[in-house]
């Protein structure tokens, strides 16, 4: 359980910035149950690929949300 609660605190950051939006929601749901549905079936090479291209696709996400905040503050940050 101290593997999802660590997993939860990285992710609240992406959360606050502006995400998620109801395609996010959705495709984040069909990714989880597509790992399941693999774990379940045993097929958990497969299962551990859907899981890192989940985990990428989510870290570029934030990567994206992230720029783009900083992008529109701008002109608000210091830096001395």
Same mark, same amino acid.
Not at 44 to 64: F, G, P
């Given at each position: 359980?101290?593997? *999802?609660? =660590? *997993?939860?605190?990285?992710?609240?950051?992406?959360?606050?910035?502006?995400?998620?939006?109801?395609?996010?929601?959705? =495709?984040? @749901?069909?990714?989880?149950?597509?790992?399941?549905?693999?774990?379940?079936?045993?097929?958990?090479? =497969?299962? !551990?690929?859907?899981?890192?291209?989940?985990?990428?696709?989510?870290?570029? !996400?934030?990567?994206? *949300?992230?720029?783009? !905040?900083? @992008?529109?503050?701008?002109?608000?940050?210091?830096? =001395?």
């Amino acid at each position: 359980m101290d593997y *999802i609660t =660590d *997993i939860n605190d990285q992710i609240r950051v992406v959360r606050e910035l502006g995400w998620p939006n109801e395609k996010s929601v959705t =495709d984040t @749901y069909e990714e989880h149950f597509r790992i399941c549905s693999l774990v379940l079936k045993g097929k958990l090479r =497969d299962a !551990q690929a859907e899981m890192t291209n989940h985990i990428r696709k989510s870290q570029d !996400q934030a990567s994206r *949300i992230t720029l783009h !905040q900083l @992008y529109g503050n701008r002109n608000t940050i210091r830096f =001395d």
